[in-house]
């Protein structure tokens, strides 16, 4: 994704001289295309993450729109108590580009995991937290978001290959989309872990399961009445992120059925725990904790058997 957004944002750039870039000495093969085009609009600032979103907040106050660019972790958390304090307090339009969400960073070990960066934007009301599932995704969300009032964290993916069937590029804010249909249960999924949970659906299908299926990208504004309206159909649904079990969707959609009196059951998967010292690739990690399409399929079979969950 972060390919598509980059591209996305140079394109935009061109049609609106108030779009800078800045970057936290990263992104490397993925920024060039702005760097080159806008020099005097891309800022390298270093491994200074809070100089930057401050640097970002004096470039809002001025009526510029600036971009800041680093992995989750250090887009999120580093930073928190500037972003805070500056865009969130002040409602000036940074756009914070947090890239490899959960474990995409894995062999970089538990540092560079984004576990908990949903939660923690989330909690503050003032800024827009958007998710996207694929390129094509980051390249609406972008589109449809860039030139908000107030500020917006983006959780971006690495991997611009990956598409997410039925998705078709579809974002609206506070809205779910729906890419595939099914009666026995329902999935609900968050950013780029969406492809597994459509494979999952595959896998039950060949076993006379079929899942409904929706992809949650916009998180704040949350897509309330959507979630209520698909959650009123169920009477058992799972949700899929590569984030800490609390705080993040997993937390959104109880919010939504606790508040509204649904009668439906939440099964979560998620990172139930902090990390270990054992670590690897995305897809190794995603069978450790139990995120794969595999691993999904078999509690959806579990819940419906009414066992293992």
Sequence with gaps: MRGAFAKTLTELAAKDSRIYLLTGDLGYMALEPFAEKFPERFINVGVAEQNMVG????????????????????????????????????????????????????????????????????????????????????K?????????????????????RIVVPGLDGRFDLGKVQVIREGKDLLLISMGG??????????????????????????????????????????RQAITVEAHYASGGLASLVSEVVAQSGINCRISRCAIEASPDGETGSQSYLYNKFGLSAESVAAKAKSMLCGVGV
């Excluded at 949970?197 to 060949?206: D, G, H, P, Q, R």
Aim: net charge negative; proline share 7%.
């Design 140 to 160: 609406t969300a972008l589109e449809k978001t860039y030139d908000l009032p107030g500020p917006v964290y983006y959780r971006l993916g690495k991997d611009d």
């Design 55 to 138: 640097i970002a907040t004096g470039l809002a106050e001025a009526g510029f729109i600036p971009v800041v660019y680093s992995i989750v972790t250090f887009a999120s958390l580093r930073p928190y108590e500037f972003i805070r304090n500056g865009p969130i307090l002040h409602q000036l339009p940074v756009r914070i580009a947090g890239v490899g969400g959960g474990v995409e960073y894995g062999h970089n070990g538990a540092t560079h995991y984004g576990l908990e960066d949903v939660g923690v934007m989330r909690v503050q009301p003032g800024i827009t937290v958007v998710a996207p599932a694929d390129a094509q995704q980051t």
């Design 193 to 234: 872990i969406g492809f597994e949970v459509a494979k999952a659906a595959e896998i039950l299908s060949k076993e006379g399961i079929e899942a409904r299926v929706l992809v949650v990208a916009s998180i704040n504004p949350a897509p309330v009445e959507d979630l209520q309206r698909e959650l009123g159909q169920f």
